[in-house]
């Protein structure tokens, strides 16, 4: 019985070293066969070390395809301090080629890890400080790819394109919105070391870098060069405070450009105050509006049926009483006896108290809710502001009357520009919007395509049409004449503010502002233009922003390819300006003949011989007295 129970023992004791040296037998084999490669990465991830190669950002293009931030690859200094056996000399040598003190580079190489980046001194590197470093072909010292971003352009569209930081991160404008496509993924060379960090005998792993994606805009390039030329002028001529201009489509939200003045070098952003990075002024100025405000209170009444702008009339002897203010028409007397064509025509205040006070101020601040002032536009750029409107309980008489003219409440030239294009476009509000589509790098193919969004109706058709007519009439009749182009429908209205500081207007301080159609029968684009107390000039915007703002529309007119309308308004003309006559028929003609025909222009020729045969311009276009007609003899 004794042995009975020590066999079973052993028996025992037998089956459990068998199971046991079975599992250990099924172990190996599986660690050998199935976990082999899993376990080998994690091995080599022991000794491997990496050399980082920095993706490039995404390009960013205007919507024909011009890049307008781009990459310049640079090398970086990277360091391998256990591979590094002279620290002394190494140490040394660097710190002569790099301009740095020997106890800052000799703490580089002798830090305590297995890669050490020389920052900020070994960053983005010249190929001259490179190619010494690369000639010295020291242990442990590596350079390495790095890209660096690049503002072809300069100065131009910076706010809106913002700048990035040493370390290829976005850090205002779309940059930092649309880092997160812009921003690739970094690659690298894997190498292999011991634990004491000596190279091994092991060929290197190269992991190719991937790019990020591009950002195409809805700017178009030749718009945006016509602002920046033209705000430049501005600020050698009138030396303002700030300027500013926006060009909208109004039928889609997409901007066409935006500048303002102060400006930067995003290439050279370190050399700028905070301010003057961060403010992107079309979205983030805020500010009384002043005349051109009166395009919506003019909308607001004629869509409410209040006013027929041709037949009804008004009054103006030069001011008018609310309450204890009295409010006084710029024209000393006022212009007496005017439709309200006319009133929106002269700019005439008292002609809107009326309009206000015909709508009341439920109705009034209605339209300033439908049309979005108050809010944000939600424009695809940060640091929107949203501008201030008076709470409805708060508001009296006198602030009624001031609304309804454009002083009292503040706004934002991004939703000016926006809500103007509401009432243009046939009573859209449309989000306004910079980036257009987001690009695959390498094959262009549309990743994320940005579209029109609308967030509401505010008038109707019909209004619309009749505010096009109206604004066109500004343009040929009243104060916007120096916007007139001969030949294209231009439609607009100026504007000039008093400026407030800490509750109280000052004295010959103003913002003044222009709103730009073309063509104003079918509009393709709205300019906003605004300059912030400039000097030595008229206190009046029709001599300041209006003669900037038919240059601009020049421009415009030939980057959207906008061809010439019949059926405009014919210009009042004024004093200064010079009669206009039409180019008569003189192909065929010998120069004799057509001389005497064109008794009214500056003739040039072209050519040799006695008979005409083309002219520019062509005959049927009007040209002013004294303009230069090309002919071109046979």
């Known amino acids: 019985m004794f042995f009975k129970k020590i066999d079973a023992r052993i028996r025992l004791m037998f089956c459990i070293f068998f199971l046991l040296f079975f599992l250990v037998v099924f172990k190996v084999f599986y660690i050998q066969v199935f976990d082999y490669k899993k376990l080998s990465s994690l091995a080599k991830d022991l000794w491997s070390r990496d050399l980082p190669i920095e993706a490039s950002r995404g390009l960013i293009l205007d919507r024909n395809g011009v890049v307008l931030a781009d990459n310049l690859t640079t090398t970086s200094l990277v360091l391998i301090p256990n591979q590094i056996k002279n620290k002394k000399k190494t140490a040394k040598l660097l710190a002569q080629i790099l301009n740095v003190s020997y106890k800052e580079m000799y703490a580089h190489v002798s830090k305590q890890t297995s890669i050490e980046r020389v920052h900020p001194e070994g960053r983005r590197l010249s190929f001259e400080i490179a190619d010494q470093i690369s000639a010295l072909e020291l242990e442990g010292v590596y350079l390495v790819k790095e890209a660096k971003r690049y503002y072809p352009y300069g100065s ?64 178009d390039i030749h718009v945006q060069q016509s602002l920046e030329r033209e705000l430049d002028n501005v600020v050698d001529m009138f030396h303002p405070e700030m300027a500013l201009a926006v060009v909208m489509d109004p039928n889609t939200g997409e901007i066409l450009g935006m500048s303002s003045r102060p400006n930067y070098d995003p290439n050279n952003y370190k050399n700028y105050k905070t301010e003057e990075l961060s403010r992107n002024l079309p979205i983030w100025a805020s500010y009384e509006p002043g005349s051109t405000f009166k395009i919506i209170t003019t909308a607001a009444v004629v869509e409410e049926g209040l006013i027929d702008l041709d037949k009804d009339e008004f009054y103006d002897s030069g001011s008018v009483q609310v309450d204890t203010a009295r409010i006084k028409c710029w024209k000393a007397g006022g212009h007496g006896h005017q439709t309200f064509l006319q009133v929106l025509q002269n700019s005439c205040n008292p002609g809107f108290v009326k309009m206000g006070q015909l709508l009341g101020k439920e109705k009034l601040f209605s ?19 949203k501008g201030i409107i008076f709470p409805l309980e708060k508001v009296g008489n006198i602030e009624l009357a001031t609304t309804a003219f454009g ?48 967030i509401r109706k505010t008038i109707s058709k019909k209004t619309s049409k009749i505010m096009r007519r109206a604004l066109e009439s ?114 065929g003609m010998n120069v004799k003949e057509a001389k005497k025909k064109l008794k009214n222009f500056v003739v040039e020729y072209s050519g040799t011989g006695n008979q005409v045969v083309s002219q520019s311009p062509e005959h049927g276009e009007k040209l002013e007295q004294d303009g230069t007609v090309r002919l071109l003899l046979k």
């Open 407 to 454: 002083q009292g409440v503040s706004v934002t030239p991004i939703q000016q520009v926006t809500a103007i294009s509401a009432v243009l476009n046939g009573g859209n509000l449309y989000q306004p919007y910079v980036v257009k589509n987001v690009l695959e790098k390498e094959t262009g193919n549309v990743i994320l395509e940005k579209k029109k969004k609308l």
């Open 156 to 219: 131009m569209l910076s706010h809106v394109l913002g700048y990035v930081g040493i370390d290829n991160q976005g850090l205002s404008g779309l940059e930092l919105e649309h880092d997160k496509y812009l921003t690739g993924e970094a690659g690298a060379i894997k190498y292999f070391s011991d634990a004491k960090g000596n190279r091994l005998n092991l060929s290197d792993i190269y992991i190719a870098p991937q790019d990020g994606l591009n950002l195409q805009l809805t700017i």
């Open 474 to 587: 500004v343009v040929a009749k009243g104060g916007g004449k120096a916007a007139y182009i001969e030949g294209y429908r231009i439609g607009g209205k100026t504007g000039t503010a008093q400026k407030v500081e800490n509750g109280r207007y000052l004295v010959n301080n103003y913002i003044m502002s222009f709103v730009g159609i073309v063509p104003s029968n079918n509009p393709e684009a709205v300019l906003y233009i605004a300059i912030d107390n400039p000097k030595n000039t008229a206190m009046l915007s029709s001599y300041t922003t209006t003669p900037v703002a038919r240059r601009i529309l020049l421009d415009l007119i030939d980057a959207l390819k906008i061809p010439k309308q019949k059926g405009g308004m014919s210009k009042d003309l004024e004093w200064t300006d010079k009669k206009m006559y039409k180019v008569p028929n003189v192909v």
């Open 367 to 385: 339209y300033l809710d439908l049309f979005g002032f108050g809010e944000k536009t939600g424009i695809d750029l940060n640091g929107e502001g």
